[in-house]
Each structure stands twice: as C-alpha cells, then as structure tokens.
C-alpha cells in the first residue's frame, strides 16, 4: 500500500505538468491577443510561429533517430562543445562590448552602490540603505559587484563603466550552455541532441541581451543547470564518497543560489522531494544512516554559509533592519493586483515601506490579500490568472526592455557595427522584431514539447526536472508576475523538451 502512494504521488507530477502547459498554451495561442501587462506583439501570431518550429525541430529530430550511430566515445566527447564554450564567450563580449548600457531600476541602483563602496565612499543615506533591508536578497549581488569593481579599478583604473560585471556574465553564460550540453549527451547519449539544445540556449538567452544587463538573474543563471549537472553525477556514481561530496557540493549551490536569487531553491526542494520518495519506498536501516549523515552535512553546510554571508556583509558597514524586510506576503499582494495584472506596481511598493512595523506590515498585507481575493471571486480571480499566465509564458524575449528606465544611459557606438547590432538588440531598432520572433517561436515550442513528459521514462532525475519546472510555474502565479523570472529555469525547461522531443522521434519512427 505504501509504496502504490509513492508511485501515485512520483507519477503525478508527469500528469500536472502536462495539465499546466495545456492551460499555458491555450492562452499562448488563443488569448494573446487580449490586453494584459507588459503585452508584446511578434511579426507573425503565436500558432504560426509554434507550427513552424515545431515542424523543423520534428523533423531534425526525426533525421537524427533515423542516422543516428554510436557517438559516444570518450576522447571526443567533450572536445567540440569546449571549443564551442570560448567561441560563444568571445562572441558574446563582442557582442555585449558593442550593445551594453547603464539601465535604472534595481539593477541600476545596485552598480551605483557598488562602485561608491569600492572606490571607498559611503552611498546615499536614507533610500538606497534602506533598500537592503527592504530586498535582502540583493545583498549577495552588491557584494559580487563590489569585489569586482575593485578588481576592476586595480587593474584599470577608476574608469567610469561596469563592463567588467557584464564580462563576468559572458562567463557564466557560456558556462551555463556548457553544462546543459553535458547534462543531455549523458542523459540522452547523443551529442544531436546535445547540440540542439545547446542551439535553444543560444537562441533563447546567450545571443537574447540580458547577458549585457547584470542583474540576479544572470548572476544566479548558472546555479540551476549547475545543481541539476551535480545530482545527475550524483545518480550516476556508484561510490558513496563522490556521492556525499555531491551532496555537499549541492547544498552549498543551493544556499549561495538562494542568497543571489531565491528562486534557485525550488530545483534543490525538488531534489529533496524526490529523494524523500524515493527514500520512503525503498526503506532499509543502511539508507537511514546514510541519511542523517547526509541530513547533517546539508545543515552544517546551510549554517556555515548564512554566517559567512552575513559577516562578509557586516563588513560593508551598512546596517540592515529585518522589521523593515517587505517578506513574501509583498510579492503575493502584488501577484494579486488587478490593474497590473501582478506586475510590479509602485503604489503596492509604497504601501508596504510606509510601515515601520514589522507585525503591522503583515496584518496590512494579509488583509489586502484578503480583500483582493474577495473583490475577485471565483471567475474573477480565473481572469487575472489568465492574464497574468500571458504576462509570464507569453514572451519569449523574457520582458527584454519592460523595466523601467531601461535604457537610462546609452553609450556612445564604438563602431558602424555596434550601430548594427543594437539594431538587432534593442527594441526601438529596426532588425530587433526578427530576433524577438525567432525567440519567441522556439520558446513556445519548448513549452509545446515539455508537455509531452507523460510519455518519457519515469526515473528520479526526470522527476526532479519536472517538479523543478512545476515549482517555478506555481511561483510564477502565486507571486508577482515578470517572464524575467523564468530565465534561471529556461535550461532546465531546454533539457526536458529534448528529453520529451527525442521521445516523440522514437515513436514516430516506429
């Protein structure tokens, strides 16, 4: 009886996600037309675009089953995709070198404190250090930013610019494309595969432009893919040493991920979920032991980090106030407002640091929530849902240029290239509607195919994969709404279409 609960509750999971991407299409393809927040328009609507893709990544696919040999030999295995690695690196420094500019908004505000601090001045009172009572879990990106302008003005000088954050995120980026090429060619045995969705990854965030724009979600776009490369190491080892330090090594992931970008512990949670499963159905005391051993180092390696943090923190000098953190409850009252459809909205922002307490603060946010959710209703309350799932899933550009103050300082073009290529990167240019289109397109169709998990193998790290997407899709809708967010998850979303598309060759082919 208890292990037909667990297999009941580890086959869900290939059911609801299936059941939720549904939902998401069908206003993808339907109601892209109603408005809503944020609202973009592509060069071609979203059927014809999902048609297109889905027939040429079939048919490649299809090509691939049917002349597909043994790739797999050792010496070759990894060679290309290094090569590949700094060949993207490099194109995308040049890329960013040309396009890249100051925006506002957070991420704005944040190389502005971190320049002050590194070049030994105090930052603005009042708003700016507030700021990081109000967001805590910005104040791993300052510390990174401070670092690295001091690295920066070590070795240049004190120049006026933050390329240096940005040449950072070209690492990273490159880095992340390696790792989600390994992950498929060791899950799928076969570098086509791998390859193409290195490809998807390409398209959708490495040649996308957030790369020139330092912000958490590229800073933390690494930790993820990376996690999910661990565990899948992990799965394969047979020695219980390599294991625990996997293990280890994931918590540590988890925790400095959190700290950059909290949405970084939904792919550990899943991990843990699955391993409570697992762990329940195949009970015996050797794994019990095994457990507490590895329970004890998750703890240590959680306390370890979160006092390092917060000395290397303290450090700064700037003083934090927990009582004035805005908390979880802000971003739920936000995902709830009507008029935005759950994007960020200033007077929800307002309302939430004119209190000072931290108890009262709570008791007006949850009695916001309270009265959002009765001004809706059942059927109103579905609308907003529906459009606020357009606001995150409808765009395949991630909310390129929404925030505000985008663009607040363009710098001067280095060369008639650069005028081209900002062209294609920024939205006022003429060539940019093809970029955004081509984005858009294999987007949908990544979503279109991840539906398709029902029918790909049910073993653990296909089940971490799927409950990971299905945490960030249910945070999505519970919180505000921003397609930005997605952008961590977008190459766990890559390696389950190529698991699931590879599927659909198969038996196409048969």
């Not at 407002?337 to 000072?356: A, H, P, Q, T």
């Not at 007006?364 to 109103?380: A, E, F, N, S």
């Not at 550009?397 to 073009?413: P, T």
């Not at 279109?448 to 296909?462: E, Q, S």
Request: proline fraction near 2%; hydrophobic fraction near 50%; glycine fraction near 4%.
């Amino acid at each position: 009886m208890k292990n037909k609960i667990i297999d009941f509750i580890n086959n869900s999971v290939y059911v609801l996600l299936p059941f939720l991407l549904s939902i998401i299409m069908i206003l993808n393809l339907f109601f892209h037309n109603i408005n809503y927040a944020c609202r973009k328009e592509f060069l071609f609507p979203n059927f014809i675009l999902l048609a297109v893709s889905l027939s040429i990544y079939i048919i490649f696919a299809i090509f691939i089953e049917l002349k597909n040999k043994s790739e797999l030999l050792i010496f070759y295995r990894y060679k290309h995709i290094n090569n590949c690695t700094v060949f993207l690196f490099i194109i995308l420094l040049y890329i960013s070198y040309n396009i890249y500019f100051l925006t506002g908004w957070d991420a704005g505000l944040i190389i502005n404190n971190a320049k002050a601090i590194a070049r030994g001045r105090a930052i603005d009172g009042g708003w700016n250090t507030e700021y990081y009572s109000r967001y805590p879990n910005n104040r791993l990106l300052l510390l990174l930013e401070i670092v690295l302008f001091k690295i920066d003005n070590l070795f240049l000088g004190d120049i006026d610019n933050h390329f240096i954050l940005i040449f950072v995120q070209c690492i990273l980026y490159a880095a992340a494309g390696n790792i989600l090429y390994r992950v498929i060619l060791e899950h799928n045995q076969s570098k086509k595969y791998a390859w193409l969705g290195w490809l998807n990854f390409c398209i959708l965030l490495a040649v996308s432009g957030w790369v020139t724009l330092p912000y958490t979600d590229g800073m933390a776009l690494l930790f993820p893919i990376l996690i999910l490369r661990l565990y899948q190491k992990k799965e394969n080892s047979n020695k219980d040493k390599l294991k625990f330090l996997y293990w280890i090594l994931i918590s540590l992931l988890s925790y400095w991920g959190y700290e950059m970008k909290p949405t970084v512990l939904i792919i550990f949670i899943s991990i843990i979920i699955e391993e409570l499963l697992f762990g329940i159905k195949n009970f015996n005391k050797d794994k019990l032991i095994k457990s507490f051993l590895v329970s004890s180092a998750i703890i240590i390696c959680f306390t370890i980090s979160h006092s390092a943090f917060n000395a290397a923190f303290n450090v700064l000098g700037i003083k934090t106030n927990e009582d004035l953190n805005v908390g979880a409850l802000h971003f739920f009252m936000m995902g709830l407002k009507n008029d935005r459809d759950g994007v960020w909205d200033g007077s929800d922002v307002d309302l939430s640091w004119s209190i000072k307490d931290k108890k009262l603060l709570k008791q007006t946010q949850l009695q916001t929530i309270k009265q959002r959710l009765k001004d809706y209703g059942v059927v109103g309350f579905l609308r907003h849902t529906a459009r606020k799932s357009l606001v995150i899933f409808n765009d395949g550009s991630f909310a390129w240029g929404v925030e505000g103050s985008f663009y607040k300082k363009v710098y001067n073009c280095p060369n008639i290239i650069s005028r081209k290529l900002r062209d294609s990167f920024y939205n006022n240019g003429k060539t940019y509607p093809q970029l955004a289109m081509i984005e858009q397109a294999v987007w949908l169709m990544t979503l279109f195919i991840c539906g398709f998990c029902f029918l790909i193998k049910k073993d653990k790290f296909n089940s971490v994969t799927i409950i990971s997407i299905i945490g960030i899709i249910i945070f999505e809708y519970l919180f505000e709404a921003r397609a930005r967010y997605l952008m961590i998850y977008v190459p766990v979303f890559i390696i389950l279409s190529i698991i699931c598309l590879k599927n659909i060759a198969n038996k196409i082919k048969n």
